[in-house]
């Protein structure tokens, strides 16, 4: 069978299902994507838009022993359900081994290459089509109260410059001559010059109508039972009514639920799902002109044409835990110490959804060493809508055996 006949399944139409999608398409694949919900709900629809170039992973020196501090404060930005659960206990020790300078500065190496990759590839795709996701490469803006927290930022941004990418450390009067939403309490920011945002839905959904326009068949309310074996070969899925599908390569897409397909074929790729909610206003008077993140709490803020997102949280309860409603109010109560009238605007939507977080803070791509036949891209964590659209690309060499635009042991499946 010639290369251009291959078909391929992918399982999951988030940010790394529909972008690998598009880098098979390109070299002539026939794609079916799988998802058992429509393209509106996961992750990759609600997140925040910061596309963020050289975004640190979770596991940073002194995040585990600060996020036994968090626990214990209501207002954190990270939450751990208290409970028995050996995965948990698991996840949380070997995290806690890899938050050390050493792994921090080998991760950001290769996550400031793969972030470079991503925003051309993120420009190639706008440019070859029509979809309209309000992309603004004017940076985004770590605002700060506090004169200790802009320090602090201005030397983790310092590290960015060794891999080439901007920052410029900005006072609050310039911010407030720039846009008076600004409360008098922001004393500055740290600019990252060539990051950007987009809204995460236009883009996921416009991405999607792209792929069906050039021959990809989207099929939504279709839920992938499990992985067909034949021997270790992955011969295709099945589906939950039965229905299987074979084709010559499965993508494993399914972001956080991407271990529970795995484990039921003997692999894991041992995740947590960390819950982070968004909250979306409109009628504010003034607008950030560019996404920020608001230092002290974590809470990321993206302006969409007429609607501000606020979104934040990480929150390690599970699958399912009902919502914690203080923790949602408190992006509005806290955003509002950095920007004005957030506490008054209307609420237009609220959202829940889960990042895909491996305990070593590095996404799983590519080939899966003991499955031939089986692709993997998960794991991408807080910085999914960023690096998805490089991962989907490096998917697509692996399985066209080409050679890969980035090659890391951090990234590779087979480290599990
Ligand atoms: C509050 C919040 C804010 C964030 N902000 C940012 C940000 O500003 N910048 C950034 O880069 N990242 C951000 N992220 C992270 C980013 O959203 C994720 O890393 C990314 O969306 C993960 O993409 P994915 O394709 O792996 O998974 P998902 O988007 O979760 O997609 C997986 C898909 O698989 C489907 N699926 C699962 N199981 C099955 C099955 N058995 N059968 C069929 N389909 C299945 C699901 O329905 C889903 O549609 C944020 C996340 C959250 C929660």
């Known amino acids: 069978m010639s290369a251009q006949e291959r078909h391929i399944l992918v399982i999951g139409a988030g940010i790394l299902g529909l972008s690998s999608a598009w880098y098979l398409l390109e070299r002539g694949a026939r794609v079916t994507i799988l998802d058992r919900e429509p393209i509106r709900d996961a992750a990759s629809c609600g997140n925040a838009g910061l596309i963020s170039l050289g975004h ?84 985004w803006d770590d605002v700060c109260l506090h004169e200790s927290s802009l320090d602090h930022a201005e030397e983790e941004a310092g590290l960015l410059a060794r891999f080439g990418f901007h920052s410029e450390r900005v006072d609050g009067d310039a911010l407030r001559a720039e846009a008076p939403a600004y409360t008098d309490a922001v004393r500055g920011a740290i600019r990252f010059e060539d990051s950007a945002t987009l809204s995460p839905q236009a883009f996921t959904a416009g991405l999607a109508r792209e792929l069906e326009a050039r021959g990809a068949t989207i099929r939504t309310d279709c839920t992938v039972e499990t992985i067909l074996l034949r021997g270790d070969r992955v011969e295709g899925v099945r589906l939950e009514d039965g229905e299987e599908l074979t084709a010559e390569a499965t993508v494993l897409a399914a972001g956080v639920w991407s271990d529970q397909l795995a484990r039921a074929i003997g692999l894991r790729i041992p995740m947590q799902p960390a819950r982070g909610y968004h909250r979306d206003l409109v009628g504010l008077e003034s607008m950030p002109p560019r996404g920020c993140v608001l230092n002290e709490t974590f809470i990321a803020v993206s302006p969409f044409h007429d609607t501000l997102r606020l979104a934040g949280t990480l929150e390690l309860s599970g699958f399912d835990a009902p919502w914690l409603d203080d923790r949602l109010a408190h992006l509005t109560t806290a955003g509002s110490r950095y920007l004005r009238g957030v506490d008054t605007a209307t609420v237009t939507q609220e959202w829940a959804g889960y990042r895909p977080c491996t305990a070593d803070g590095m996404p799983v791509v590519g080939a899966v060493p003991r499955r031939p036949g089986l692709y993997v891209g998960t794991g991408h964590a807080m910085m999914g809508m960023t690096l998805g659209p490089a991962s989907g690309r490096l998917i697509a060499e692996a399985i066209y055996e080409q050679a890969p635009a980035l090659d890391s042991p951090l990234l590779a499946a087979a480290r599990y």
Not at 113 to 128: N, P, V, Y
């Open 56 to 139: 640190p992973p979770l596991t940073r020196p002194g995040v585990s022993i600060q996020g036994l501090k968090w626990m214990f404060d209501k207002r954190s930005p990270l939450y751990i359900k208290p409970r028995l659960d050996g995965d948990l206990a698991r996840w949380l020790w070997t995290f806690h081994r890899h938050c050390t300078r050493s792994h921090y500065e080998g991760t950001m190496e290769v996550l400031c290459e793969l972030g470079r990759l991503s925003a051309d590839c993120f420009e190639s795709i706008l440019a070859e089509t029509a979809i309209d996701c309000d992309w603004q490469r004017r940076g």
